[in-house]
């Protein structure tokens, strides 16, 4: 039975998006705690079928006990980044109704704290999405050079202090490792002179650490061409992000592949020319006032959707 833990976000306006037939193959390449692949299942008739995927092997264990008495549902350990050859594999290539990307870490592991995801839980500090695959936080940060610990914090974590943690990290560790979340937390807030409101001083270090030791953008950046490829014509694909740097990956993503055939401006083509990848690009959602006054952590995610053109070229 799937654990209750994880609130999924958005699902109905997911559902919507994806409009699955009852024979459907949908996939979903976020599995978390499967809240997205039962509203799915519920859609589908008895030959319809979700593969879901999930680097996280606590999140396959789950749903590969609730696979056992659904015959519809296959469940893949493996990064989305890997998408095309699991459903090549599986032999539904281009054959594919709907893609769902719920992107970043979910409850479960944020409030497990020996996954090391949270600055409010004392735990090892780890924070890979898979604990057997990698180098764990620790690891990296025990090693990594001042400068390239800076360019994470700013890129990632869009922090403005910065090289003044990285200073404070590096001069830490030379007296002594940081191995807990605890440890990390005190020393950042401790060197940050300002609080954002309502927002924990270590939240930008944390959420820089852990996309650059999961490498998500790199796997954002590898998934979405796999998944229109993956797509039937007319399929649809779904994807959820949390932050402006995922969000604004996926738009630009989006939008290229809505403009067609890369032709230099000046040429003169006509529109059947172009043939753009999707069609229907819609406006971005968001969750209602109520799905965040239940589930707080919904507050900042946005879908996005689109479908792919009967016209594309794969």
């Excluded at 020319?273 to 069609?279: F, G, K, N, R, S």
């Excluded at 900042?300 to 009967?310: D, G, Q, V």
């Amino acid at each position: 039975m799937l654990a209750a833990a994880h609130a999924p976000v958005m699902t109905a306006e997911v559902v919507q998006a994806l409009n699955p037939s009852a024979e459907g193959i949908l996939v979903d390449a976020t599995f978390g705690r499967g809240g997205h692949t039962r509203a799915l299942l519920d859609c589908l008739g008895p030959h319809g079928q979700v593969f879901a995927l999930d680097r996280d092997p606590d999140a396959c264990a789950i749903a590969r006990e609730w696979a056992a008495g659904e015959s519809r549902l296959t469940v893949i350990q493996a990064p989305f980044s890997e998408l095309s050859g699991v459903l090549r594999e599986a032999k539904v290539a281009g054959r594919v109704t709907g893609i769902v990307l719920d992107l970043g870490v979910s409850s479960p592991q944020l409030d497990d704290p020996a996954r090391g995801f949270s600055f409010m839980r004392d735990g090892p500090l780890d924070m890979r999405m898979d604990p057997t695959a990698g180098a764990s936080a620790r690891q990296w940060l025990a090693d990594v050079a001042e400068q390239d610990l800076v360019t994470v914090l700013r890129t990632l974590g869009e922090e403005r202090y910065a090289r003044r943690i990285a200073r404070a990290l590096i001069n830490a560790r030379n007296d002594q490792p940081l191995t807990t979340t605890a440890e990390l937390a005190r020393l950042v807030s401790d060197c940050v002179p300002t609080r954002e409101p309502g927002k924990h001083p270590a939240t930008r270090t944390f959420q820089a650490l852990r996309m650059h030791i999961n490498q998500e953008l790199a796997q954002l950046d590898a998934v979405l061409p796999q998944a229109l490829d993956m797509l039937e014509p007319g399929g649809r694909l779904v994807v959820i992000s949390f932050h402006s740097l995922e969000d604004r990956r996926v738009k630009r993503f989006l939008r290229q592949a809505a403009k067609g055939d890369p032709f230099p401006p000046d040429l003169p083509v006509t529109q059947n020319q172009l043939h753009p990848a999707v069609t229907h690009l819609h406006k971005p959602t968001r969750p209602g006032a109520h799905e965040v006054e239940v589930n707080p952590r919904a507050r900042s995610a946005i879908l996005r959707w689109a479908e792919k053109s009967p016209q594309a070229q794969t």
